[in-house]
């Protein structure tokens, strides 16, 4: 009988100590989290202005190639950035059946009748439309567009893809 009654005296029978530490951890957890300083997220950037210019403007403006790599730079994705990085001037501008932005680039120039050119050929086609893509978030479109890119010889390449903001998805495509 007395060990009983000394196990119920002493808190259960854990030794001797009271049970305290339950109802430490648990009022020191509700006072963490009832004062702890609720996470904030950090604020969107705003966009950034698009261009207004039409394409022979963009094309006949001193700058306008400068302003839009420095876009790129601070907003373009990293398949942009690395596209755009290729990119020299804007070379002219045409009017075809959809107006074209002319760009010159370092691309290497590629022999179509080469073994293997079709993944070159895919390759830069690839490259063009994440440039197209850059360059649609940058412009205000306001009808269908394309770029075109040259190589370092100055020949056309494969690259033309409409200016869209999901030229990659579309394949370059304007329809």
């Not at 904030?40 to 705003?46: C, G």
């Not at 210019?53 to 306008?64: C, F, H, M, R, V």
Request: charged share 30%.
């Amino acid at each position: 009988m007395l060990v009983c009654s000394m196990v119920s005296a002493c808190g259960g029978g854990d030794g001797g100590k009271p049970d305290t530490a339950s109802a430490t951890r648990h009022s020191a957890a509700s006072g963490v989290a009832d004062g702890s300083p609720k996470p904030t997220r950090p604020k969107p950037k705003p966009k950034p202005k698009k261009v207004t210019l039409s394409l022979d403007e963009i094309a006949n403006t001193p700058g306008t190639f400068e302003q839009f790599r420095r876009f790129v730079a601070e907003h373009g994705t990293a398949h942009e950035k690395k596209a755009v990085r290729h990119l020299e001037k804007w070379r002219g501008f045409s009017r075809k059946a959809y107006p074209a932005i002319e760009v010159a680039s370092d691309y290497p120039t590629v022999d179509y009748e080469a073994d293997g050119a079709t993944d070159e050929v895919m390759a830069l086609e690839k490259e063009s439309q994440y440039i197209a893509e850059a360059f649609a978030a940058w412009w205000r479109i306001d009808e269908p567009s394309v770029i075109q890119v040259f190589d370092r010889g100055g020949r056309y390449t494969a690259g033309t893809s409409c200016i869209r903001t999901d030229s990659v998805d579309k394949e370059g495509s304007c329809l």
